[in-house]
């Protein structure tokens, strides 16, 4: 097992129940195998799931006071989705201190972008247990922060933006379409070309195939010397 005391390190917080943290990184594939019986994290995925979001939508609340409910939903949305919290949990190596059955070891499940987003939610939680609300606050902010300020494009819609101007023609027609996957599963890339009428118009490379959807508007967009 890996040294926890290194994971506190990580996230800038020292756990007073040493015992709410290793419920936290223990996956059920291990809680569940032979005659183990160590609680595992899916509850605390639970309620960390929850406690993110308020925490995010009272972060968003507060920086965007122009912003809609939609908008604002979409930000949120953006922050929070599974590819978010995988680049979050990577941040802090959180892969190396999962505590796993055998069967999902030899898989390498730990990489897995789902495994490690329930295991974030589930210390986000494990946090607000021993510290409260604050405490939690205080770790997950950062991320949000830094997803701003480093990923701000992910917040635009360049799918909409697209769509719109392009309706503005009724002749006109447009598809994306999938034009390579390749990768582990835990680290797929996609590549996504959008065509209007039989002609590329833009080539998007991402994560995720709606990452690549939206890669492949902007570039169109820019194209069409849209400000963007």
Do not use: W
């Amino acid at each position: 097992m890996a040294d926890l005391s290194l994971l506190e390190q990580k996230i800038q917080y020292s756990f007073q129940n040493k015992a709410l943290l290793t419920e936290a990184i223990t996956h059920s594939s291990y809680a569940h195998e032979g005659k183990k019986r160590r609680r595992c994290n899916e509850r605390m995925e639970f309620l960390g799931d929850a406690l993110l979001s308020v925490i995010t939508a009272e972060y968003l609340y507060e920086k965007y006071p122009a912003e809609n409910e939609g908008g604002l939903t979409k930000l949120r949305s953006s922050l929070v989705c599974t590819e978010a919290l995988y680049e979050y949990a990577k941040m802090i190596d959180l892969a190396d201190y999962l505590i796993m059955g055998k069967g999902a070891t030899l898989r390498n499940d730990a990489e897995k972008p789902t495994v490690l987003e329930n295991a974030f939610e589930a210390l986000i939680a494990a946090i607000y247990l021993d510290g409260g609300m604050e405490a939690a606050r205080a770790f997950v902010l950062p991320f949000l922060q830094l997803e701003v300020k480093v990923h701000n494009s992910t917040f635009k819609d360049y799918k909409s933006q697209f769509q719109i101007i392009i309706q503005q023609n009724p002749d006109e027609r447009f598809q994306y379409k999938l034009v390579d996957e390749s990768g582990p599963d835990h680290d797929k890339r996609y590549v996504v070309e959008l065509y209007v009428n039989s002609n590329v118009v833009g080539r998007g490379e991402a994560s995720s195939k709606k990452g690549a959807e939206q890669a492949a508007a902007r570039e169109a967009l820019a194209l069409m010397g849209v400000e963007i």
